[in-house]
């Protein structure tokens, strides 16, 4: 400011200055960059909001119409800042738009069309598999390991691989296992005394999933897992960790689907090595005893051995211990997850519908009236529980949604429709398990829908609980047997009623992608006389 008041002459007392401007060139400067600034900062915005309402204008382009998507979020809003459950969403998207072949949603900025036309579903699944081959999941293989799963993997790496596992779950691998799962439903039983003796309520999810992780371990691993009798079973602790909703693993998933090229950047840090380093050891371990002591079963590891053996048998894959150990960890991962809930999800149907579940009980003391150990032919007359599980898993499909990615352009048959290569494509499972037009009154409990008159009049695309097509889920077989094994166990000689701390009306966990209850599923447990 001096430099400009030394140019003012000296005023006489009781003189009036001019109105005179003063200009520091400093000023000036600052003036001029705090405009630059706010102009900027303008730029930004609307640069930011032209990206995001073109980006959200991809399906209106197209004449596709759906729900009004959220800016940065999309429709669907992750487990950060969770509104409604996904299997809700999925729900009420198919209800207000059942009647359109197909929808357009957002995950973030990435585009999904949703498929609810039967007849296109057939030709995403089965007739057209080879475009849609891909399950539209990226993996970040080194930071996220054991990702590299058949559920997950590539198409390439997954045609190669597939062949080689699939003979595991033959019905004549399940034959030789079944007593495998035998013995553990004797564990199980065992735990069912107990509970029934302390007259206290149990939480059926958990005590299925104990019983699932160990006949994983005695049929995928050949361990002894010991998860019924162990309350500090280190294998039960790594199983609550992989579902576990910790708020830095809810920052992982957040980030890793709205901003993956941060997830390259930082996901290691935020993914827990402890799970990975867990079962990378674990199988490499057992692999190395095996080898050492000539132990064989017919199992996952066996078949993995065999693999990293010949490794000639499969070519452009390295088979790294991680990529191998990833391939049985899917089984762990979904043997005790979706089977668990499965389990659980009957049983609270049952509490409260007693005369399904007494029907139950008769038809599993009438097959097994000799008591003693289940055999594989026991499960398979057992028809009216079966019944009863398709049900469970069409009120309660463990994954509302699946995905797929087309992998080259495609125009949907009868229509206009092509969407580019790279777009995802969502299947709305649980929209058609509950579309009233399939199931009339979809929120009743009725397993008479599954008898076979009912099943050949529906359109075989209207039940997807494992998916369908040469990509479904290769596990079905063995989680239809071993959650079998686990219902007719607890059902024989035990009783489960609703109690105070039973959830109802049913509440699903907003924060997960899967149908998971969100307070567990608390139930009575007490023994029943044999007539």
């Known amino acids: 400011m001096q430099t400009v008041l030394k140019y003012i002459p000296k ?54 119409p759906g729900p009004k998507p959220s800016m940065l979020t999309g429709n669907i809003m992750g ?44 030709d995403v699944f089965i007739r057209d598999f080879s475009v849609f081959m891909d399950r539209g999941t990226r993996i970040f293989e080194k930071i996220e390991p054991l990702t590299q799963h058949l559920a997950f993997l590539e198409p390439e790496k997954w045609k190669l691989l597939r062949p080689k596992l699939s003979p595991v779950f033959t019905s004549g691998k399940m034959k030789e296992m079944f007593p495998l799962i035998a013995e553990c439903a004797g564990n199980l039983e ?36 010991n998860a019924i009798a162990d309350e500090d079973s280190k294998f039960r602790k790594m199983a609550k960790k992989l579902i576990d909703h910790s708020f830095r693993q809810i920052v992982c998933e957040s980030c890793k689907r709205y901003a993956p090229s941060l997830f390259k950047v930082i996901g290691g840090y935020l993914q827990p090595k402890e799970i990975d380093d867990f079962f990378i050891g674990l199988v490499r371990d057992t692999m190395n005893y095996r080898e050492e002591n000539n132990v064989f079963r017919p199992d996952v590891i066996h078949m993995l051995m065999e693999l990293k053996k010949h490794p000639e048998k499969i070519e452009n894959i390295e088979l790294t211990d991680s990529l191998l150990t990833a391939q049985a960890f899917v089984f762990f991962m979904a043997g005790f997850h979706t089977s668990s809930l499965a389990m659980g ?7 409260q519908h007693q005369d399904v579940q007494d029907k139950v009980r008769q038809e599993v003391r009438n097959v097994h009236k000799s008591g003693g150990t289940l055999n594989y032919g026991d499960i398979k007359e057992m028809k009216y529980l079966e019944k009863v599980f398709n049900e469970t898993l069409r009120k309660y499909p ?16 009868g229509t206009k429709l092509t969407i580019p290569k790279g777009t995802k494509v969502y299947i709305p499972v649980y929209g058609f398990h509950y579309d009233s037009d399939i199931y009339p009154e979809p929120e ?39 959650s ?16 105070e701390k039973t959830m109802i009306p049913y509440e699903p966990d907003p924060r997960s992608d899967f149908l998971i209850p969100k307070r567990g599923i608390h139930l009575k447990l007490s023994k029943v006389a044999n007539s």
């Open 398 to 413: 463990v994954t509302p949604r699946l995905r797929r990615g087309a992998m080259e352009d495609y125009t949907f048959k």
């Open 190 to 225: 065992n735990l069912l005394d107990k509970v029934a003796n302390s007259e206290q309520p149990v939480n059926c999810h958990e005590m299925a999933a104990k019983f699932m992780i160990d006949v994983i371990g005695s049929c995928a691993f050949g361990i002894n897992m």
């Open 79 to 122: 487990p950060l800042t969770p509104k409604t459950c996904l299997a809700t969403a999925v729900k009420k998207w198919y209800d207000d738009l059942k009647n359109e072949p197909f929808f357009g949603i957002y995950e973030g900025q990435t585009p999904v069309l949703v498929v609810n036309d039967l007849e296109l579903v057939r």
């Open 484 to 499: 079998m094994v686990g219902l007719s166990t607890i059902l024989r000689n035990h009783k489960v009623d609703v109690c």
């Open 444 to 482: 009743k409990f009725d397993p008479e829908r599954f008898n076979e008159e009912a099943v050949a009049a529906r359109h075989p695309m209207s039940y997807l609980p494992f998916g369908s097509g040469p990509r479904n889920c290769i596990g079905a077989r063995f989680a239809h047997y071993q």
């Open 11 to 64: 005023i006489k007392k009781r003189q009036v200055l001019p109105a005179i401007i003063f200009v520091d060139s400093n000023l000036a400067y600052c003036t001029m960059d705090y405009y630059q600034f706010l102009f900027a900062i303008g730029a930004i915005f609307l640069a930011v909001y032209y990206y995001y309402t073109s980006v959200y204008n991809f399906w209106k382009n197209r004449g596709i």
């Open 345 to 351: 999800h009957a049983l609270y149907e049952l509490a």
